[in-house]
């Protein structure tokens, strides 16, 4: 059975993921202090929920797992499930490989770019 990531981004306005699972223990006092906790993504295991008080120096493992379908970092599309780092290819799928190619297509092999040389007349650009 295929799984299939979500392919819509949050809205820009939408606080990350992450964030707002680290968000629910802002009123929750830690050692007698209450803080605004923030993602600490430097943590070895992306998959679990590490925050840091904001403005301070040391980060702290909530829970041991963050909800699947959290990003493992923000440089892929990898997510995390029951707690592992799972890859999401370019193909939105679980557990797929599929990467762009050099022409940004997903799972292609370079065959599709097309080059286009001459000079560009920046005055004679239309909108």
């Known amino acids: 059975m295929e799984k299939r990531a979500g392919k819509d981004d949050c809205p820009d306005n939408e606080p990350d993921f992450r964030a707002h699972q680290c968000s629910h223990f ?3 006092p830690f ?3 209450r803080y605004e906790w923030v993602p600490y993504t430097k943590a070895p295991n992306p998959c679990e929920l590490n925050c840091m008080p904001r403005g301070e120096r040391f980060y702290y493992r909530h829970k041991a797992k963050v909800i699947d379908g959290t990003r493992c970092n923000e440089e892929s599309l990898d997510v995390c499930v029951d707690g592992v780092c799972q890859p999401v290819g370019c193909d939105m799928m679980l557990g797929s ?4 190619d050099k022409c940004r297509k997903c799972d292609g092999d370079g065959s599709t770019c097309k080059t286009i040389s001459g000079v560009l007349d920046m005055n004679n650009l239309q909108v």
């Open 31 to 33: 050692e007698g202090v």
């Open 26 to 28: 802002d009123t929750v």
């Open 97 to 100: 490989n599929a990467k762009e």
